[in-house]
């Protein structure tokens, strides 16, 4: 509430004039003053609870973004994980094909060498 005593010396040295202890004004700003604090005590409360919601909106928007978050990256870590497989696979039927070629050249080497022996043996013999 406000002094009584500094409202008088500031209108005293602000404008001249004087006002008594019971000057009508004086009451007129007392009950200025309990309207003044009942609205502040309603914009204290209704801040409060806008501060409230915003903390409870503030937290859902977190949860939800951390859910995305966690979903995008699973989501990428499968995408990653399926490239990769179809990278080995690809890398395992390459080697795959190498090893038959591999088969093939060495058994016609072996097959090459068996007859060539044959054919100087025939050469040899007769």
Same mark, same amino acid.
């Not at 609205?39 to 204290?44: H, L, M, P, V």
């Not at 094909?97 to 050469?123: N, T």
């Given at each position: 509430m406000l002094d009584r005593k500094s409202i008088i010396n500031a209108v005293a040295q602000k404008h001249g004039i004087v006002l008594g202890e019971d000057d009508p004004i004086l009451s007129f700003l007392a009950v200025h003053d309990v309207v003044l604090d009942e609205?502040?005590?309603?914009?204290?409360h209704a801040d409060k609870s806008r501060q409230i919601q915003l903390e409870r909106v503030l937290d859902r928007v977190s949860s939800q973004t951390v859910k995305a978050l966690t979903a995008a990256v699973g989501k990428e870590r499968e995408r990653f994980l399926r490239e990769l497989q179809s990278v080995l696979d690809v890398e395992r039927k $390459?080697?795959?094909?190498?090893?038959? *070629?591999? !088969?093939?050249?060495?058994?016609?080497?072996?097959?090459?060498?068996?007859?060539? $022996?044959?054919?100087?043996?025939?050469? *040899?013999? !007769?």
């Open positions: 609205y502040r005590e309603r914009f204290e $390459s080697r795959r094909a190498e090893g038959k *070629v591999m !088969s093939i050249i060495l058994w016609s080497i072996i097959v090459s060498s068996a007859l060539l $022996s044959v054919y100087l043996l025939f050469f *040899v013999i !007769s």
